[in-house]
């Protein structure tokens, strides 16, 4: 009560200072940890790489029309994400709150991004294993792009101090997207150990502990809340169905199988990992395959027309999407993008991605779990 009676006898000139002065003092106290939506830290290959092979000499690149052509914010220019317009994790940033999307590491001057919105380590045509993509030259393994987190943790540390980064970090939301280019060097090898001769079991094992060690550095370097996406329905995209010369409406079974088991055994580690850490940390696991099958089986009833052949850059090898001077020189396009459930012989479109940004956000247990993105936001707090 005295207080608040002193309080109300000081005059206004006065009060206001000493607000501007309590205003000032927390800011320093707390420079970078008082943003609505958490940061960022976005890794995994080419379905959410936003233009990190750009900065790479790699056979693996979006960065040229008509890659980008839904992208509002770069006015339908290409950025180097592998689809029409925005990518998962674009999407699921933006429900969650963020005006901007955490740019390409490889980048030049982002390393400021790392305090506020995060950083995209992602790169296409990247893997769990470091020898995955060697086909394609340049590309950055899922160990190098933590690796790269290491820097920016350096960065964060450097600006905020130890203890604020802890925090900070804390309350960041980290995504790793990977897989799908193991499977398919598995079943299309270019690594000459990485064989069928080494049968399914092994080496979903060998994926799954790989992954498993990534993981846990993450966690180590201050990483509280990480959504781990299992692998796809990669027997049902165009350019497996092609080279298996696999009819219409069907799928492989094979490539399909081994991803089944996989994302199985990989769910029971991060029910482990979950065991282990909880309730300090979270892992959640995201069950793209069902959720993917689902629309492609289903795709008349989530308003698509086609989810067999490619928008952009046919149905048979080389595959390639690109827009040339002319139509002679350009890859064949479908009219309707947002009819498409793939945008190329190996990515959705942004159509597809809105569905799938969706299920993972407000889905329930079968989708994601234990808990969905949505819910995870607020983990914690």
């Known amino acids: 009560m005295y207080i608040l009676h002193d309080l109300a006898n000081i005059p206004s000139f006065t009060m206001t200072t000493i607000v501007l002065i309590f205003i000032f003092h927390m800011l320093h106290v707390l420079p970078f940890c008082?943003?609505?939506?958490?940061?960022?830290?976005?890794?995994?290959?080419?379905?959410?790489?936003?233009?990190?092979?750009?900065?790479l000499f790699t056979l693996s690149k979006a960065d040229s029309p008509p890659y980008g052509i839904d992208f509002k914010p770069s006015h339908g220019h290409p950025t180097g994400r592998f689809t029409n317009g925005r990518t998962i994790s674009d999407i699921v940033g933006e429900a969650l709150g963020s005006n901007s999307f955490p740019p390409p590491y490889l980048a030049p001057n982002v390393e400021s991004n790392a305090t506020h919105i995060g950083i995209n380590y992602a790169s296409g045509a990247s893997g769990i294993l470091d020898a995955t993509g060697t086909l394609f030259i340049g590309r950055v393994p899922l160990s190098k792009q933590i690796n790269n987190f290491e820097e920016s943790r350096r960065y964060i540390v450097n600006a905020m101090g130890e203890e604020n980064a802890k925090r900070f970090l804390k309350k960041a939301i980290f995504s790793v997207t990977?897989?799908?280019?193991?499977?398919?060097?598995?079943?299309?090898?270019?690594?000459?150990?990485?064989s069928k001769n080494i049968s399914p079991t092994?080496?979903?094992?060998?994926?799954?502990?790989?992954?498993?060690?990534?993981?846990?550095?993450?966690?180590?370097?201050?990483?509280?809340?990480?959504?781990?996406?299992?692998?796809?329905?990669?027997?049902?995209?165009?350019?497996?169905?092609?080279?298996?010369?696999?009819?219409?409406?069907?799928?492989?079974?094979e490539v399909n199988t081994l991803i089944r088991k996989y994302n199985k055994k990989l769910k029971m580690e991060i029910d482990r990992l979950n065991k282990e850490t909880r309730p300090k940390a979270i892992f959640i696991y995201a069950n793209s395959y069902d959720v993917f099958r689902e629309i492609i089986l289903n795709h008349e009833q989530y308003g698509f027309e086609n989810s067999d052949k490619p928008c952009c850059g046919g149905y048979f090898p080389p595959f390639v999407c690109?827009?040339?001077?002319?139509?002679?020189?350009s890859s064949v396009m479908c009219d309707d993008r947002g009819k498409y459930v793939f945008w190329d012989a190996y990515h959705p479109t942004e159509a597809a991605n809105v569905i799938i940004a969706d299920k993972f956000l407000n889905g329930d247990p079968t989708v994601i779990s234990p808990i969905n993105i949505r819910h995870l936001h607020n983990y914690g707090s």
């Open 34 to 55: 008082s943003c609505a939506a958490a940061a960022t830290f976005v890794f995994g290959d080419s379905l959410v790489d936003v233009g990190n092979n750009n900065f």
């Open 178 to 194: 990977i897989g799908s280019n193991d499977v398919i060097n598995y079943f299309q090898p270019s690594i000459p150990f990485l």
């Open 202 to 253: 092994i080496f979903q094992d060998y994926l799954v502990s790989n992954l498993t060690m990534n993981l846990q550095r993450l966690h180590k370097l201050g990483a509280r809340k990480i959504v781990v996406v299992g692998v796809g329905p990669l027997g049902c995209i165009p350019f497996i169905r092609a080279i298996g010369l696999i009819s219409r409406g069907k799928c492989s079974v």
């Open 322 to 329: 690109y827009k040339g001077k002319n139509a002679n020189t």
